[in-house]
Protein backbone atom coordinates (compact mmCIF):
# COMPACT_ATOMS: atom_id res chain seq x y z
CA UNK A 1 0.00 0.00 0.00
CA UNK A 2 1.26 3.30 -0.99
CA UNK A 3 1.56 5.94 1.98
CA UNK A 4 -0.09 8.90 1.28
CA UNK A 5 0.86 12.44 3.41
CA UNK A 6 -1.68 13.32 5.65
CA UNK A 7 -1.69 16.99 3.72
CA UNK A 8 -3.42 14.80 0.68
CA UNK A 9 -6.30 13.90 2.41
CA UNK A 10 -6.90 16.98 5.06
CA UNK A 11 -7.46 20.11 4.25
CA UNK A 12 -6.34 22.26 7.31
CA UNK A 13 -3.31 23.74 7.62
CA UNK A 14 -0.12 21.74 7.97
CA UNK A 15 1.90 23.52 10.80
CA UNK A 16 -2.28 23.03 12.58
CA UNK A 17 -1.39 18.75 12.33
CA UNK A 18 1.07 18.54 14.00
CA UNK A 19 -0.46 20.00 17.29
CA UNK A 20 -2.91 18.04 17.55
CA UNK A 21 -4.93 14.24 17.57
CA UNK A 22 -6.05 13.69 14.26
CA UNK A 23 -7.92 10.43 12.77
CA UNK A 24 -9.46 9.86 9.38
CA UNK A 25 -11.27 6.82 7.55
CA UNK A 26 -11.22 6.57 3.99
CA UNK A 27 -12.59 3.33 3.26
CA UNK A 28 -13.90 0.17 4.97
CA UNK A 29 -10.61 -1.31 5.31
CA UNK A 30 -11.67 -4.44 3.94
CA UNK A 31 -9.81 -7.08 1.93
CA UNK A 32 -12.25 -5.73 -0.61
CA UNK A 33 -11.97 -1.81 0.22
CA UNK A 34 -11.57 -0.53 -3.75
CA UNK A 35 -14.53 -2.39 -4.84
CA UNK A 36 -16.04 -0.88 -8.03
CA UNK A 37 -18.90 -0.27 -5.47
CA UNK A 38 -17.32 2.57 -4.63
CA UNK A 39 -17.33 4.66 -8.61
CA UNK A 40 -18.18 7.69 -8.55
CA UNK A 41 -20.52 9.30 -11.78
CA UNK A 42 -17.38 9.39 -13.90
CA UNK A 43 -16.56 5.48 -13.31
CA UNK A 44 -14.03 5.83 -11.52
CA UNK A 45 -12.75 4.84 -7.45
CA UNK A 46 -11.12 7.45 -6.05
CA UNK A 47 -10.69 6.09 -2.45
CA UNK A 48 -7.49 7.02 -1.36
CA UNK A 49 -6.12 3.94 0.67
CA UNK A 50 -7.07 1.16 2.79
CA UNK A 51 -8.39 1.66 5.95
CA UNK A 52 -8.05 5.30 8.65
CA UNK A 53 -4.98 7.15 9.74
CA UNK A 54 -4.05 7.90 13.22
CA UNK A 55 -2.02 10.93 13.97
CA UNK A 56 -1.33 12.01 17.14
CA UNK A 57 1.86 15.12 16.86
CA UNK A 58 4.07 13.90 14.58
CA UNK A 59 3.54 10.20 15.64
CA UNK A 60 1.43 8.31 12.41
CA UNK A 61 -0.45 5.00 12.75
CA UNK A 62 -2.62 3.35 9.93
CA UNK A 63 -4.65 0.65 10.13
CA UNK A 64 -7.95 -1.15 8.69
CA UNK A 65 -10.83 -0.28 10.97
CA UNK A 66 -11.60 1.62 13.93
CA UNK A 67 -14.43 2.97 16.33
CA UNK A 68 -12.89 5.88 18.23
CA UNK A 69 -13.95 6.52 21.47
CA UNK A 70 -12.32 9.99 22.32
CA UNK A 71 -11.84 11.87 25.83
CA UNK A 72 -10.46 15.41 25.56
CA UNK A 73 -9.90 17.28 29.33
CA UNK A 74 -10.41 20.87 29.14
CA UNK A 75 -10.05 24.07 31.75
CA UNK A 76 -14.18 23.50 32.15
CA UNK A 77 -13.97 19.58 32.56
CA UNK A 78 -13.75 16.57 30.38
CA UNK A 79 -15.38 15.97 27.32
CA UNK A 80 -16.21 12.45 25.26
CA UNK A 81 -17.32 12.11 21.97
CA UNK A 82 -18.02 9.05 19.67
CA UNK A 83 -19.58 8.66 15.95
CA UNK A 84 -21.10 5.37 15.66
CA UNK A 85 -20.64 3.29 12.83
CA UNK A 86 -17.68 5.13 12.16
CA UNK A 87 -15.53 2.99 9.47
CA UNK A 88 -18.91 1.51 8.67
CA UNK A 89 -19.92 4.72 7.01
CA UNK A 90 -16.65 5.98 5.57
CA UNK A 91 -15.20 8.87 5.14
CA UNK A 92 -15.06 10.22 8.95
CA UNK A 93 -12.54 12.23 10.70
CA UNK A 94 -12.18 13.54 13.85
CA UNK A 95 -9.34 16.70 15.25
CA UNK A 96 -8.94 17.84 18.47
CA UNK A 97 -6.63 20.79 19.26
CA UNK A 98 -5.70 22.79 21.74
CA UNK A 99 -8.79 25.61 20.42
CA UNK A 100 -11.32 22.86 19.26
CA UNK A 101 -12.74 19.08 18.45
CA UNK A 102 -13.49 19.15 14.88
CA UNK A 103 -15.88 16.58 13.02
CA UNK A 104 -15.88 15.59 9.73
CA UNK A 105 -19.26 13.69 8.93
CA UNK A 106 -18.65 13.64 5.28
CA UNK A 107 -14.86 14.05 5.08
CA UNK A 108 -12.75 13.71 2.10
CA UNK A 109 -9.42 14.80 0.66
CA UNK A 110 -8.75 17.55 -1.92
CA UNK A 111 -10.56 17.33 -5.11
CA UNK A 112 -12.85 14.55 -3.65
CA UNK A 113 -16.99 15.55 -4.10
CA UNK A 114 -19.48 13.42 -2.53
CA UNK A 115 -22.40 12.81 -4.94
CA UNK A 116 -25.63 13.66 -3.31
CA UNK A 117 -28.33 12.24 -5.72
CA UNK A 118 -31.64 14.32 -5.99
CA UNK A 119 -34.31 12.98 -3.45
CA UNK A 120 -31.16 11.59 -1.23
CA UNK A 121 -30.75 12.27 2.34
CA UNK A 122 -28.26 11.04 4.77
CA UNK A 123 -28.48 10.90 8.51
CA UNK A 124 -25.67 10.35 11.24
CA UNK A 125 -25.34 9.93 14.94
CA UNK A 126 -22.68 11.93 17.04
CA UNK A 127 -22.59 11.19 20.88
CA UNK A 128 -21.47 13.72 22.83
CA UNK A 129 -20.92 13.48 26.45
CA UNK A 130 -20.02 16.14 29.54
CA UNK A 131 -20.43 15.67 32.89
CA UNK A 132 -21.77 17.73 34.75
CA UNK A 133 -19.24 19.60 38.19
CA UNK A 134 -16.02 18.05 38.49
CA UNK A 135 -13.46 16.86 35.79
CA UNK A 136 -15.30 13.39 34.40
CA UNK A 137 -13.32 10.07 34.78
CA UNK A 138 -11.85 9.22 32.06
CA UNK A 139 -12.89 5.29 32.42
CA UNK A 140 -16.13 6.02 33.28
CA UNK A 141 -16.93 8.16 30.16
CA UNK A 142 -15.11 5.59 27.93
CA UNK A 143 -17.98 3.13 29.23
CA UNK A 144 -20.38 5.05 28.50
CA UNK A 145 -19.58 5.63 25.36
CA UNK A 146 -19.08 2.10 24.42
CA UNK A 147 -22.80 2.05 25.52
CA UNK A 148 -24.28 3.71 23.26
CA UNK A 149 -22.19 2.45 20.55
CA UNK A 150 -22.81 -1.26 21.74
CA UNK A 151 -26.14 -1.06 22.58
CA UNK A 152 -29.56 -3.11 21.81
CA UNK A 153 -33.18 -3.22 21.79
CA UNK A 154 -33.87 -5.65 24.58
CA UNK A 155 -36.60 -8.12 24.12
CA UNK A 156 -36.86 -10.01 27.13
CA UNK A 157 -39.85 -11.70 25.75
CA UNK A 158 -41.96 -11.67 22.62
CA UNK A 159 -44.10 -8.59 22.64
CA UNK A 160 -48.02 -9.25 23.36
CA UNK A 161 -50.28 -8.94 20.04
CA UNK A 162 -50.21 -6.43 18.19
CA UNK A 163 -52.36 -5.75 14.97
CA UNK A 164 -49.33 -5.56 12.62
CA UNK A 165 -48.24 -8.74 12.55
CA UNK A 166 -50.54 -11.62 10.44
CA UNK A 167 -50.41 -14.02 13.56
CA UNK A 168 -49.32 -13.98 17.29
CA UNK A 169 -45.67 -15.31 16.60
CA UNK A 170 -44.79 -18.67 17.88
CA UNK A 171 -43.23 -19.62 21.03
CA UNK A 172 -39.86 -19.64 21.19
CA UNK A 173 -39.02 -23.79 21.67
CA UNK A 174 -41.25 -24.35 18.36
CA UNK A 175 -39.19 -21.91 16.26
CA UNK A 176 -35.66 -23.36 17.56
CA UNK A 177 -37.36 -26.67 16.60
CA UNK A 178 -37.72 -25.90 13.11
CA UNK A 179 -36.27 -25.91 10.02
CA UNK A 180 -36.71 -22.44 9.58
CA UNK A 181 -34.25 -21.52 12.67
CA UNK A 182 -31.34 -23.34 10.67
CA UNK A 183 -32.37 -21.95 7.55
CA UNK A 184 -32.58 -18.13 9.30
CA UNK A 185 -29.07 -18.72 10.92
CA UNK A 186 -27.73 -20.02 7.27
CA UNK A 187 -29.30 -17.07 5.70
CA UNK A 188 -28.53 -13.99 7.98
CA UNK A 189 -24.77 -15.18 9.84
CA UNK A 190 -23.63 -17.71 7.81
CA UNK A 191 -20.54 -17.98 5.32
CA UNK A 192 -22.54 -16.77 2.66
CA UNK A 193 -25.37 -15.06 4.40
CA UNK A 194 -26.84 -11.46 4.30
CA UNK A 195 -23.69 -9.90 7.06
CA UNK A 196 -20.85 -12.08 5.21
CA UNK A 197 -21.69 -10.37 2.12
CA UNK A 198 -21.32 -6.88 2.89
CA UNK A 199 -17.87 -7.71 2.58
CA UNK A 200 -18.17 -9.50 -1.08
CA UNK A 201 -18.78 -6.16 -2.43
CA UNK A 202 -17.40 -3.53 0.11
CA UNK A 203 -21.25 -2.85 1.18
CA UNK A 204 -19.75 0.07 2.97
CA UNK A 205 -19.47 3.94 2.94
CA UNK A 206 -22.20 6.46 3.37
CA UNK A 207 -24.53 5.49 1.26
CA UNK A 208 -24.20 1.92 0.70
CA UNK A 209 -23.83 0.65 4.48
CA UNK A 210 -27.70 -1.07 5.01
CA UNK A 211 -28.37 -2.48 1.91
CA UNK A 212 -28.00 -6.09 1.07
CA UNK A 213 -25.97 -7.65 -1.59
CA UNK A 214 -28.81 -8.71 -4.15
CA UNK A 215 -26.40 -12.38 -4.53
CA UNK A 216 -28.99 -14.14 -6.19
CA UNK A 217 -28.14 -12.04 -9.29
CA UNK A 218 -25.07 -13.86 -9.76
CA UNK A 219 -26.80 -16.80 -11.13
CA UNK A 220 -27.65 -15.69 -14.82
CA UNK A 221 -24.66 -12.83 -14.59
CA UNK A 222 -22.57 -12.87 -17.76
CA UNK A 223 -19.75 -10.36 -16.61
CA UNK A 224 -17.03 -10.55 -14.51
CA UNK A 225 -17.54 -11.38 -10.96
CA UNK A 226 -18.28 -9.56 -8.60
CA UNK A 227 -21.34 -8.43 -9.60
CA UNK A 228 -22.28 -5.43 -7.51
CA UNK A 229 -26.04 -5.58 -7.15
CA UNK A 230 -28.17 -3.65 -4.49
CA UNK A 231 -30.92 -5.16 -3.13
CA UNK A 232 -33.31 -2.13 -1.95
CA UNK A 233 -35.56 -4.32 0.49
CA UNK A 234 -37.82 -6.43 -2.07
CA UNK A 235 -40.24 -8.36 -0.39
CA UNK A 236 -39.51 -6.38 2.84
CA UNK A 237 -36.51 -8.25 4.23
CA UNK A 238 -36.41 -5.67 6.99
CA UNK A 239 -39.69 -7.23 7.79
CA UNK A 240 -38.35 -10.68 8.64
CA UNK A 241 -35.56 -10.01 10.14
CA UNK A 242 -37.47 -7.74 12.80
CA UNK A 243 -39.64 -10.96 13.37
CA UNK A 244 -37.09 -13.25 13.88
CA UNK A 245 -35.40 -10.65 16.37
CA UNK A 246 -38.48 -10.88 18.77
CA UNK A 247 -38.64 -14.66 18.52
CA UNK A 248 -35.10 -15.83 18.99
CA UNK A 249 -34.04 -12.49 21.08
CA UNK A 250 -30.76 -12.58 19.57
CA UNK A 251 -29.04 -9.33 19.33
CA UNK A 252 -26.67 -10.23 16.21
CA UNK A 253 -30.21 -9.33 14.02
CA UNK A 254 -29.64 -5.73 15.22
CA UNK A 255 -26.62 -5.68 13.18
CA UNK A 256 -28.80 -6.11 9.83
CA UNK A 257 -31.55 -4.51 11.19
CA UNK A 258 -30.69 -1.35 12.48
CA UNK A 259 -28.35 -0.12 9.12
CA UNK A 260 -31.04 -1.80 7.15
CA UNK A 261 -33.92 0.41 8.49
CA UNK A 262 -31.60 3.68 8.18
CA UNK A 263 -30.19 2.82 4.62
CA UNK A 264 -34.73 2.38 3.48
CA UNK A 265 -35.46 5.26 5.19
CA UNK A 266 -32.27 7.62 3.78
CA UNK A 267 -31.37 6.16 0.18
CA UNK A 268 -34.25 4.52 -0.93
CA UNK A 269 -37.15 6.75 -0.45
CA UNK A 270 -37.05 9.30 -3.16
CA UNK A 271 -37.50 12.25 -0.79
CA UNK A 272 -38.46 14.72 -3.77
CA UNK A 273 -41.10 17.16 -5.12
CA UNK A 274 -39.56 17.99 -7.94
CA UNK A 275 -39.93 15.23 -10.36
CA UNK A 276 -43.42 13.47 -11.59
CA UNK A 277 -46.14 12.66 -8.60
CA UNK A 278 -45.82 8.75 -9.35
CA UNK A 279 -41.92 8.78 -8.35
CA UNK A 280 -41.76 12.07 -5.46
CA UNK A 281 -41.82 10.19 -2.50
CA UNK A 282 -41.63 6.84 -3.55
CA UNK A 283 -39.48 3.63 -2.98
CA UNK A 284 -36.47 3.01 -5.84
CA UNK A 285 -36.40 -1.00 -7.03
CA UNK A 286 -33.65 -3.45 -6.69
CA UNK A 287 -30.80 -2.47 -9.34
CA UNK A 288 -31.01 -3.97 -12.88
CA UNK A 289 -31.46 -8.04 -13.17
CA UNK A 290 -28.31 -10.17 -14.33
CA UNK A 291 -26.44 -7.03 -14.99
CA UNK A 292 -24.17 -4.69 -12.50
CA UNK A 293 -25.37 -1.45 -10.71
CA UNK A 294 -22.58 -0.09 -12.25
CA UNK A 295 -23.04 4.07 -11.59
CA UNK A 296 -27.10 3.64 -10.67
CA UNK A 297 -25.85 3.47 -7.13
CA UNK A 298 -29.18 2.23 -5.50
CA UNK A 299 -31.45 3.99 -7.91
CA UNK A 300 -31.96 0.56 -10.23
CA UNK A 301 -31.14 2.00 -13.45
CA UNK A 302 -27.86 3.50 -15.19
CA UNK A 303 -27.15 5.04 -18.00
CA UNK A 304 -24.42 2.93 -18.64
CA UNK A 305 -26.57 -0.20 -19.22
CA UNK A 306 -29.13 1.22 -21.50
CA UNK A 307 -28.63 -1.11 -24.72
CA UNK A 308 -32.26 0.76 -26.37
CA UNK A 309 -34.06 3.58 -26.31
CA UNK A 310 -36.29 4.02 -23.29
CA UNK A 311 -34.46 2.44 -20.62
CA UNK A 312 -35.00 3.31 -17.46
CA UNK A 313 -38.11 4.16 -14.74
CA UNK A 314 -38.64 4.86 -11.55
CA UNK A 315 -40.39 3.96 -8.41
CA UNK A 316 -43.74 2.84 -9.07
CA UNK A 317 -46.67 0.63 -6.77
CA UNK A 318 -45.23 -2.50 -6.75
CA UNK A 319 -41.82 -1.71 -5.31
CA UNK A 320 -43.67 -0.45 -1.91
CA UNK A 321 -42.84 -2.16 1.59
CA UNK A 322 -43.34 -0.68 4.91
CA UNK A 323 -44.31 -3.48 7.21
CA UNK A 324 -40.98 -3.26 8.69
CA UNK A 325 -40.43 0.17 8.72
CA UNK A 326 -44.03 -0.02 11.26
CA UNK A 327 -42.55 -2.78 13.02
CA UNK A 328 -38.99 -0.78 13.40
CA UNK A 329 -40.75 2.45 14.46
CA UNK A 330 -43.17 0.51 17.25
CA UNK A 331 -40.28 -1.43 18.58
CA UNK A 332 -36.99 1.17 18.66
CA UNK A 333 -38.91 4.13 18.44
CA UNK A 334 -37.23 6.40 15.36
CA UNK A 335 -39.91 8.67 14.40
CA UNK A 336 -37.79 8.93 10.98
CA UNK A 337 -39.33 5.58 10.46
CA UNK A 338 -42.65 6.31 10.97
CA UNK A 339 -42.17 9.51 8.69
CA UNK A 340 -41.26 7.22 6.35
CA UNK A 341 -44.34 4.99 6.56
CA UNK A 342 -46.54 8.18 6.52
CA UNK A 343 -44.27 9.46 3.47
CA UNK A 344 -45.21 5.86 1.14
CA UNK A 345 -48.24 5.78 2.02
CA UNK A 346 -49.11 9.45 1.06
CA UNK A 347 -47.39 8.92 -2.33
CA UNK A 348 -50.03 5.55 -3.11
CA UNK A 349 -52.58 8.84 -2.63
CA UNK A 350 -50.54 10.67 -4.67
CA UNK A 351 -49.91 8.43 -7.17
CA UNK A 352 -53.74 8.01 -7.63
CA UNK A 353 -54.22 11.74 -8.48
CA UNK A 354 -55.31 12.13 -12.35
CA UNK A 355 -54.51 15.91 -12.02
CA UNK A 356 -51.13 15.60 -11.65
CA UNK A 357 -50.62 13.70 -15.09
CA UNK A 358 -50.47 14.72 -18.73
CA UNK A 359 -54.07 13.27 -18.78
CA UNK A 360 -55.42 15.59 -16.80
CA UNK A 361 -56.43 18.20 -19.86
CA UNK A 362 -59.56 15.55 -20.38
CA UNK A 363 -59.89 13.58 -17.29
CA UNK A 364 -58.90 14.81 -13.58
CA UNK A 365 -59.86 10.98 -12.36
CA UNK A 366 -58.12 8.40 -10.53
CA UNK A 367 -55.23 6.62 -12.45
CA UNK A 368 -54.77 3.69 -11.55
CA UNK A 369 -51.41 3.68 -10.78
CA UNK A 370 -51.78 2.06 -7.54
CA UNK A 371 -53.13 -0.59 -7.98
CA UNK A 372 -51.93 -1.87 -11.36
CA UNK A 373 -49.72 -5.09 -11.31
CA UNK A 374 -47.47 -6.30 -14.64
CA UNK A 375 -49.53 -3.82 -17.44
CA UNK A 376 -51.64 -1.41 -17.39
CA UNK A 377 -55.00 -2.44 -17.45
CA UNK A 378 -54.66 -5.27 -14.76
CA UNK A 379 -56.27 -3.77 -11.59
CA UNK A 380 -57.07 -7.18 -9.67
CA UNK A 381 -55.01 -9.36 -6.83
CA UNK A 382 -51.56 -8.05 -7.40
CA UNK A 383 -48.50 -7.25 -5.50
CA UNK A 384 -49.03 -3.67 -6.75
CA UNK A 385 -52.66 -3.33 -5.23
CA UNK A 386 -51.14 -5.67 -1.91
CA UNK A 387 -48.33 -2.94 -1.35
CA UNK A 388 -50.38 0.46 -2.10
CA UNK A 389 -53.25 -1.09 0.58
CA UNK A 390 -50.65 -1.95 2.93
CA UNK A 391 -48.93 1.14 3.23
CA UNK A 392 -52.27 3.10 3.80
CA UNK A 393 -53.04 -0.28 6.29
CA UNK A 394 -49.88 0.72 8.00
CA UNK A 395 -50.58 4.52 7.93
CA UNK A 396 -53.73 4.07 9.78
CA UNK A 397 -52.04 1.96 12.06
CA UNK A 398 -49.69 4.39 12.83
CA UNK A 399 -51.55 7.71 13.03
CA UNK A 400 -55.36 6.47 13.39
CA UNK A 401 -56.53 9.11 10.60
CA UNK A 402 -59.23 7.84 8.96
CA UNK A 403 -58.59 9.08 5.21
CA UNK A 404 -56.17 5.99 5.06
CA UNK A 405 -58.51 3.41 5.44
CA UNK A 406 -61.18 5.00 3.52
CA UNK A 407 -58.53 4.80 0.77
CA UNK A 408 -57.44 1.33 1.24
CA UNK A 409 -60.81 0.45 1.28
CA UNK A 410 -61.51 2.05 -1.81
CA UNK A 411 -58.72 0.03 -3.83
CA UNK A 412 -60.21 -3.02 -2.47
CA UNK A 413 -63.34 -3.02 -3.89
CA UNK A 414 -61.69 -1.90 -7.07
CA UNK A 415 -59.75 -4.58 -6.88
CA UNK A 416 -61.71 -7.66 -5.43
CA UNK A 417 -65.20 -9.43 -5.02
CA UNK A 418 -66.73 -12.08 -2.96
CA UNK A 419 -68.51 -13.06 -6.86
CA UNK A 420 -65.33 -12.42 -9.10
CA UNK A 421 -64.82 -14.83 -11.87
CA UNK A 422 -61.61 -15.93 -10.75
CA UNK A 423 -61.35 -18.01 -13.67
CA UNK A 424 -61.05 -15.27 -16.37
CA UNK A 425 -58.01 -13.56 -14.18
CA UNK A 426 -55.56 -16.10 -15.62
CA UNK A 427 -53.51 -16.27 -12.40
CA UNK A 428 -51.90 -19.92 -13.07
CA UNK A 429 -49.88 -17.34 -15.16
CA UNK A 430 -46.81 -17.71 -12.91
CA UNK A 431 -45.15 -14.91 -14.68
CA UNK A 432 -47.47 -12.50 -14.93
CA UNK A 433 -49.85 -12.92 -11.79
CA UNK A 434 -47.73 -15.18 -9.28
CA UNK A 435 -48.13 -12.13 -6.54
CA UNK A 436 -51.99 -11.87 -6.26
CA UNK A 437 -51.05 -14.24 -3.19
CA UNK A 438 -49.29 -11.20 -1.62
CA UNK A 439 -52.86 -9.62 -2.40
CA UNK A 440 -54.50 -11.68 -0.04
CA UNK A 441 -51.86 -11.79 1.99
CA UNK A 442 -52.70 -8.12 2.42
CA UNK A 443 -56.69 -9.09 3.04
CA UNK A 444 -55.76 -11.58 5.97
CA UNK A 445 -53.64 -8.65 7.32
CA UNK A 446 -57.25 -6.15 6.82
CA UNK A 447 -59.04 -8.48 8.80
CA UNK A 448 -56.99 -9.14 11.67
CA UNK A 449 -56.34 -5.46 11.98
CA UNK A 450 -60.52 -5.03 12.05
CA UNK A 451 -61.07 -7.96 14.23
CA UNK A 452 -58.61 -6.34 16.83
CA UNK A 453 -60.28 -3.10 16.54
CA UNK A 454 -64.21 -5.04 16.50
CA UNK A 455 -64.90 -3.86 13.54
CA UNK A 456 -67.39 -6.02 12.68
CA UNK A 457 -68.99 -4.05 9.52
CA UNK A 458 -70.06 -4.82 5.92
CA UNK A 459 -66.66 -4.24 4.58
CA UNK A 460 -64.83 -6.39 6.46
CA UNK A 461 -67.48 -9.20 5.53
CA UNK A 462 -67.04 -8.59 1.93
CA UNK A 463 -63.10 -8.68 2.51
CA UNK A 464 -63.75 -12.10 4.91
CA UNK A 465 -65.58 -13.66 1.78
CA UNK A 466 -63.56 -12.42 -1.16
CA UNK A 467 -60.80 -13.89 0.75
CA UNK A 468 -62.23 -17.24 1.41
CA UNK A 469 -63.54 -17.44 -2.51
CA UNK A 470 -59.83 -17.39 -3.81
CA UNK A 471 -58.96 -19.74 -1.45
CA UNK A 472 -61.67 -22.47 -2.37
CA UNK A 473 -60.08 -21.94 -5.72
CA UNK A 474 -56.60 -22.06 -4.82
CA UNK A 475 -57.84 -25.62 -2.91
CA UNK A 476 -58.96 -26.70 -6.56
CA UNK A 477 -56.16 -25.40 -8.47
CA UNK A 478 -52.61 -24.75 -7.00
CA UNK A 479 -49.64 -26.51 -6.95
CA UNK A 480 -46.00 -26.14 -6.36
CA UNK A 481 -44.63 -23.36 -8.92
CA UNK A 482 -41.55 -25.87 -9.87
CA UNK A 483 -43.62 -28.66 -10.54
CA UNK A 484 -44.08 -26.69 -14.54
CA UNK A 485 -41.23 -25.10 -14.77
CA UNK A 486 -40.97 -24.86 -18.38
CA UNK A 487 -43.52 -22.33 -17.73
CA UNK A 488 -40.96 -20.36 -15.41
CA UNK A 489 -38.45 -18.05 -17.24
CA UNK A 490 -35.72 -18.29 -14.73
CA UNK A 491 -36.89 -21.45 -12.37
CA UNK A 492 -34.70 -20.38 -9.67
CA UNK A 493 -34.99 -20.90 -5.57
CA UNK A 494 -37.18 -17.44 -5.36
CA UNK A 495 -40.15 -19.94 -7.16
CA UNK A 496 -40.11 -22.58 -4.22
CA UNK A 497 -39.91 -19.77 -1.73
CA UNK A 498 -42.78 -17.74 -3.01
CA UNK A 499 -44.44 -21.13 -2.80
CA UNK A 500 -45.07 -20.75 0.74
CA UNK A 501 -46.91 -17.40 0.78
CA UNK A 502 -49.72 -20.09 -1.16
CA UNK A 503 -49.41 -21.86 2.49
CA UNK A 504 -49.65 -18.64 4.55
CA UNK A 505 -52.86 -17.72 2.45
CA UNK A 506 -54.66 -20.78 2.76
CA UNK A 507 -54.01 -20.88 6.64
CA UNK A 508 -55.50 -17.48 6.79
CA UNK A 509 -58.21 -18.18 5.21
CA UNK A 510 -59.14 -21.21 7.34
CA UNK A 511 -59.74 -18.89 10.47
CA UNK A 512 -62.65 -17.58 8.06
CA UNK A 513 -64.13 -20.42 6.75
CA UNK A 514 -66.56 -23.51 7.82
CA UNK A 515 -64.85 -25.92 9.68
CA UNK A 516 -64.74 -28.49 7.11
CA UNK A 517 -63.21 -26.25 4.54
CA UNK A 518 -61.08 -24.92 7.15
CA UNK A 519 -59.45 -28.70 7.50
CA UNK A 520 -59.30 -29.14 3.84
CA UNK A 521 -57.40 -25.28 3.55
CA UNK A 522 -55.10 -26.59 6.64
CA UNK A 523 -54.71 -29.56 4.79
CA UNK A 524 -53.25 -28.34 1.46
CA UNK A 525 -51.36 -25.50 3.38
CA UNK A 526 -48.85 -28.10 4.55
CA UNK A 527 -48.40 -30.09 1.51
CA UNK A 528 -47.34 -26.41 -0.60
CA UNK A 529 -45.38 -25.83 2.59
CA UNK A 530 -43.76 -28.76 2.47
CA UNK A 531 -42.91 -29.23 -1.13
CA UNK A 532 -41.98 -25.55 -0.79
CA UNK A 533 -38.86 -26.26 1.68
CA UNK A 534 -38.00 -29.78 -0.44
CA UNK A 535 -37.87 -27.59 -3.98
CA UNK A 536 -35.83 -24.99 -1.98
CA UNK A 537 -33.21 -26.96 -0.44
CA UNK A 538 -32.30 -28.95 -3.20
CA UNK A 539 -30.93 -25.75 -5.04
CA UNK A 540 -27.11 -24.98 -4.35
CA UNK A 541 -27.76 -21.64 -3.22
CA UNK A 542 -31.22 -21.83 -1.39
CA UNK A 543 -29.84 -18.96 1.20
CA UNK A 544 -29.35 -16.23 -0.76
CA UNK A 545 -31.12 -12.46 0.32
CA UNK A 546 -34.08 -13.29 -2.45
CA UNK A 547 -35.28 -16.39 -0.76
CA UNK A 548 -34.39 -15.37 2.33
CA UNK A 549 -36.66 -12.20 2.19
CA UNK A 550 -39.57 -14.04 2.01
CA UNK A 551 -38.41 -17.31 3.91
CA UNK A 552 -38.15 -15.02 6.69
CA UNK A 553 -41.44 -13.88 6.95
CA UNK A 554 -43.95 -16.62 5.16
CA UNK A 555 -41.53 -19.85 7.38
CA UNK A 556 -43.10 -17.53 10.48
CA UNK A 557 -46.16 -17.16 9.56
CA UNK A 558 -46.40 -21.05 8.58
CA UNK A 559 -45.81 -21.86 11.76
CA UNK A 560 -48.04 -18.99 14.20
CA UNK A 561 -50.98 -19.97 11.65
CA UNK A 562 -51.12 -23.69 11.31
CA UNK A 563 -51.22 -23.57 15.42
CA UNK A 564 -54.44 -21.48 14.95
CA UNK A 565 -58.07 -22.18 15.13
CA UNK A 566 -61.29 -20.33 13.19
CA UNK A 567 -62.55 -17.09 14.80
CA UNK A 568 -65.47 -17.01 16.75
CA UNK A 569 -66.96 -14.54 14.07
CA UNK A 570 -66.47 -17.34 11.65
CA UNK A 571 -69.29 -16.32 8.85
CA UNK A 572 -72.23 -18.26 8.96
CA UNK A 573 -74.86 -18.66 6.21
CA UNK A 574 -73.63 -16.95 3.36
CA UNK A 575 -72.93 -13.64 2.11
CA UNK A 576 -76.71 -12.79 0.79
CA UNK A 577 -77.69 -12.13 4.13
CA UNK A 578 -75.81 -8.54 4.10
CA UNK A 579 -76.40 -6.45 1.41
CA UNK A 580 -73.70 -7.13 -1.38
CA UNK A 581 -72.71 -3.80 -3.36
CA UNK A 582 -71.79 -5.03 -7.08
CA UNK A 583 -68.44 -5.14 -7.80
CA UNK A 584 -66.73 -2.02 -9.13
CA UNK A 585 -65.74 -1.53 -13.23
CA UNK A 586 -62.72 0.20 -13.41
CA UNK A 587 -60.79 1.99 -16.17
CA UNK A 588 -57.56 3.25 -15.53
CA UNK A 589 -57.34 6.95 -16.55
CA UNK A 590 -55.22 6.74 -19.54
CA UNK A 591 -57.73 4.16 -21.14
CA UNK A 592 -60.62 6.73 -19.98
CA UNK A 593 -58.68 9.74 -21.82
CA UNK A 594 -58.25 7.56 -25.12
CA UNK A 595 -61.56 6.52 -25.00
CA UNK A 596 -62.84 10.22 -25.24
CA UNK A 597 -60.24 10.86 -27.97
CA UNK A 598 -62.00 8.51 -30.25
CA UNK A 599 -65.45 10.90 -30.44
CA UNK A 600 -65.81 14.42 -31.83
CA UNK A 601 -67.31 15.56 -28.41
CA UNK A 602 -63.50 14.46 -26.90
CA UNK A 603 -61.52 16.39 -29.29
CA UNK A 604 -63.89 19.85 -29.09
CA UNK A 605 -63.36 19.58 -25.77
CA UNK A 606 -59.64 18.82 -25.56
CA UNK A 607 -59.21 22.02 -27.91
CA UNK A 608 -61.63 24.27 -25.41
CA UNK A 609 -59.28 23.41 -22.56
CA UNK A 610 -56.14 23.92 -24.36
CA UNK A 611 -57.05 27.14 -25.40
CA UNK A 612 -57.82 28.25 -21.95
CA UNK A 613 -54.30 30.01 -20.89
CA UNK A 614 -54.44 29.07 -17.25
CA UNK A 615 -54.95 25.48 -18.06
CA UNK A 616 -52.31 24.98 -21.32
CA UNK A 617 -49.84 27.02 -18.49
CA UNK A 618 -50.82 24.10 -16.03
CA UNK A 619 -50.31 21.29 -18.82
CA UNK A 620 -46.81 22.78 -19.59
CA UNK A 621 -45.80 22.76 -15.76
CA UNK A 622 -47.34 19.01 -15.80
CA UNK A 623 -45.32 18.15 -18.61
CA UNK A 624 -42.17 19.51 -17.72
CA UNK A 625 -42.01 17.15 -14.73
CA UNK A 626 -42.76 14.56 -16.87
CA UNK A 627 -40.16 15.32 -19.32
CA UNK A 628 -37.98 12.35 -18.81
Known sequence: MNSIPIQDYDSHDSDEIGKRWFIFQASSGGENWHSVNHIDAGGQVRLPFR???????????????????????????????????????FPKRIAVSKESIQIGLLAGYEGQLHELQGGE????????????????????????????????VILEQIPPDVPEILAPLPRRDEWTASRL?????????????????????DEYGWRHFGDTYADHEETYYQGRLPLVSHYNNQFDLLYGCILHRLISGDPRWDEII?????????????????????????????????????????RAFSRYNAQSKGYGGGPCNEHNYTSGLTLYYLLWGDDRAKEAVLELANWVIAMEDGSQTPYCILDNGPTGLATMTSSHDYHGPGRGAANSINALLDAWLLTGEKRYL???????????????????????????????????????????????????????EYVKY?????????????????????????????????DLRKATVLLCAARHASPETAARFREKAALLAEAAWRDLLRFPRPYNVRAAAVILTQGIWHLALSKLGSETCSPSGNHH????????????QRDRVRRKLKTPQGWLTLLVRISNPWVFARLLRVLWRWRN
Open 51 to 89: GYVLRFGKEEKRGDRILPLCVAETDHGAIALTVPRFWEE
Open 121 to 152: QKTFNVWIIQPDGELGETGVLIRQLAAVCFSS
Open 181 to 201: AEFAEKAAFGQTGILANREKI
Open 258 to 298: VPLANHIIDIDIYHTDQDRSTFNHGLFWMTDHYRTAYTATH
Open 406 to 460: DFAESLIRRTIHPEDNIEALDLLNAELRWSYTMYLEVLAKYLRIKGFFRHNDPMR
Open 466 to 498: SLVKYAEWMLENEKPYLARPEELQYPTEAWAAQ
Open 577 to 588: DWRLWPREEFMP
